[in-house]
Structures are given as C-alpha cells and as structure tokens.
C-alpha cells in the first residue's frame, strides 16, 4: 500500500509564496498519474493540477483558479511530488492533498473519486 506524505504548508501574506512537497513510500512509475488536490469545508475536495503519465510540466492540466501561479512538477528518483505556489491570495486557503494513481491504465483527472491513493494533507493559510 503506497503512502504518500504531505509537508510544506503553512501561513503566508497575499502574495506570498509556498512550495509543497508530497513523499511516497513506494516507488511511482512515470506511467502513473499524480495530482494536487485542494478542499475548504463545506466544498467537494477541487483537483488543481494533474501530471500525466510520463508528463513533464508541457502534459499537466491545471484549474483556471490556479493556472499561471502553480507549478507542479514530479521527481521520480526521489520519490516526490511539487507544487510551487506562487502570488498566493486568501482564496487559496484549503487543506492541500496529493494523490497518486495505482495503475498506468488509469483513467487520469481531476476528480477525486479517480486516484488510488491520498495523503494526510497539509494545511495553507493565506491572510490578506
């Protein structure tokens, strides 16, 4: 059973910036896909970026909300997922998730009801 483990939240200015890290436990082929994942209480948790399989940053969807300010971007060797967060405004305040794929037949988005796995979460705070 993959694990996957969130760190880097916190709280930050309006316009501040943050960079989340989200380690697996296993090793996660390529050919999986993995995600960003954000949920504020009371909302459907929202997928802001998907990578596909075997995708650099040119095969990755992002939601309009986030689109131009993230990055995600994924280091095989080292087992991890990123999201750069960048010009951060009070509307992205939410429980950030990761999610990764078990299979490379999978079909890949930004639903919730469509990865395997998900981790703990970590939570960003953004005060205007």
């Known amino acids: 059973q993959v694990q996957l483990v969130e760190s880097g939240g916190g709280s930050v200015q309006d316009g501040g910036s943050l960079r989340l890290s989200c380690v697996a436990t296993e090793f996660i082929s390529w050919r999986n896909c993995m995600a960003w994942f954000r949920q504020v209480p009371g909302k459907e948790r929202e997928g802001i970026a998907v990578?596909?399989?075997?995708?650099?940053?040119?095969?990755?969807y992002y939601a309009d909300s986030v689109k131009g300010r993230f990055t995600a971007y994924r280091d095989n060797a080292k087992r991890t997922l990123y999201l750069q967060m960048n010009s951060l405004k009070p509307d992205d305040t939410a429980m950030y998730y990761c999610?990764?794929?078990?299979?490379?037949?999978?079909?890949?988005?930004?639903?919730?009801?469509?990865?395997?796995?998900w981790g703990q979460g970590t939570q960003v705070t953004v005060s205007s």
């Open positions: 990578l596909y399989a075997g995708s650099g940053s040119g095969s990755t």
């Open positions: 999610a990764a794929w078990g299979t490379a037949g999978r079909i890949c988005g930004s639903s919730p009801s469509l990865p395997n796995y």
